[in-house]
């Protein structure tokens, strides 16, 4: 299968930062997705981003298929961000999930 | 996007039982796929669920393990069996839209004890 690696796996911020999270997968994919995970589990679509730049707000997220990695930027970061940020990538019928980058954001 | 509404979402049981989790999905979907996090990890795929067939089990999950029901289009339940402490875990369930990639239930988190 697809191999689909995130770093940093862990990061710390002070409220107010900025971050830059990344993605990197080892073949051509069909699709890529950002999903936060917030503490009770929920997992919400951030992005769907198979190639280009797209913003929402204070998130933005960039992905070159052609390098095989893709960024996800949080800017003036607040509590509210933190948990848990994933990346999954779909090839055909299959949706391969990264490992995770945990994020606290600290008042 | 497609709204799914899982249930329960949340559950303790004990070891022995089984707890079948429902999706509800607000439009007709021609595949549902169920998920397993186990603690600290990220998302496993359990099965891929077809309306009218038999679920696909991936490398590790069994049927008798997790049966699946698929009456129709816009439903689809997960049963965990037997359950043991190891069964702990988020359990969600996912359909792919064209246009939107995938969305997600908001998950059931069982502990069994």
């Known amino acids: 299968g697809i191999q689909v690696e995130q770093s940093p796996p862990d990061l710390i911020l002070q409220e107010g930062a900025n971050s830059t999270l990344r993605c990197n997968f080892s073949?051509?994919?069909?699709?890529l997705q950002w999903f936060h995970q917030n503490p009770w589990g929920q997992l919400i679509n951030l992005f769907y981003?198979?190639?280009g730049t797209k913003q929402n707000g204070r998130l933005s997220a960039t992905t070159v298929a052609t390098e095989r990695y893709s960024l996800l930027y949080i800017s003036s970061s607040q509590t509210t961000d933190s948990g848990v940020y994933f990346c999954?990538?779909?090839?055909?019928?299959?949706?391969?999930f990264g490992t995770g980058t945990s994020l606290t954001v600290i008042p | 996007s497609a709204v799914i509404s899982q249930k329960p979402s949340r559950d303790i049981c004990q070891r022995g039982t089984s707890l079948t989790i429902q999706c509800q999905v607000d439009?007709?979907?021609?595949?549902m796929f169920w998920y397993r996090q186990q603690p600290g990890q990220s998302l496993t795929l359990i099965a891929t669920?077809?309306?009218?067939?038999?679920?696909?089990?991936e490398s590790g999950f069994v049927i008798d393990k997790f049966p699946i029901s698929r009456p129709n289009l816009t439903f689809s339940t997960l049963t965990v069996s037997n359950m043991s402490p190891e069964d702990s875990s988020i359990y969600l369930c996912?359909?792919?839209?064209?246009?939107?990639?995938?969305?997600f239930g908001s998950g059931t988190r069982l502990t069994v004890v």
């Open positions: 999954a990538i779909s090839r055909g019928n299959q949706f391969y």
């Open positions: 073949d051509s994919v069909n699709n």
């Open positions: 981003i198979p190639s």
């Open positions: 439009s007709q979907v021609t595949m």
């Open positions: 669920a077809n309306q009218g067939s038999e679920a696909t089990y």
């Open positions: 996912s359909v792919r839209g064209m246009d939107y990639g995938y969305t």
